[in-house]
């Protein structure tokens, strides 16, 4: 059985952001945990649900919702 991936990818730091993608698209830089929840908004999602550290939604890739430099 093949292990399901999370929909969301959180790259790791570059300068001071990081890359988000959804469905392998990408959305955009995010610079803070509140713009990763804006990403999410604007692909349907409701921020109010979406736990940052929900590894089924969000692949965090080197380091967590709290790495940001």
Known sequence: M???R???VVESVVGSGRR???DGEVLGVAYA???VL???R???LDPDQVRLDDP???DWRGGGPDVWA
């Open 20 to 22: 988000v993608r959804v």
């Open 6 to 8: 999370a929909p969301v």
């Open 42 to 44: 604007r692909a349907g």
């Open 38 to 40: 804006e990403f999410l």
């Open 33 to 35: 945990p509140a713009d």
């Open 2 to 4: 093949e292990q399901s």
């Open 56 to 58: 089924a939604l969000i």
